[in-house]
């Protein structure tokens, strides 16, 4: 699946609310992060917390042009809970964190504003 991160593309093709809702995002909270040197583009591993209906889940994310490990824990970061596992090496990524690129392409996390409970479904 190859996603476009360029600002100035234009909008994907319409969907269904129904498939909207298909796309299981949710909050959790980074409880550790480590450097993922293995990874072939530079990446962090994750675990993060979604609460006790979904609990913890690892997570390979590239965002190591802004985020630092120990800058990590503790973060509320966007995930989508409910694609199935990616073997990356051998590391099992089981959820998507979500970010946006910003001018050069690197990721920034994408965050509530406000502090929100693990496990909070987007809508």
Do not use: C, W
Not at 72 to 86: E, H, I
Not at 87 to 101: D, H, M, N, W, Y
């Amino acid at each position: 699946m190859h996603v476009n991160h360029d600002s100035a593309a234009p909008a994907a093709a319409p969907i269904t609310f129904d498939q909207f809702l298909a796309v299981d995002i949710r909050i959790g909270t980074v409880v550790s992060a480590e450097p993922f040197p293995e990874a072939r583009k530079p990446a962090l591993k994750l675990v993060i917390d979604f609460g006790p209906a979904i609990g913890a889940k690892r997570s390979s994310a590239q965002i190591t042009e802004h985020y630092r490990p120990e800058d990590l824990v503790g973060r509320q970061v966007a995930a989508v809970v409910n694609f199935p596992p990616r073997q990356i090496g051998k590391f099992l990524s089981e959820v998507l964190t979500l970010g946006f690129a910003d001018t050069n392409g690197a990721v920034v996390l994408f965050r509530p504003d406000q502090a929100v409970p693990d496990g909070s479904r987007l809508f």
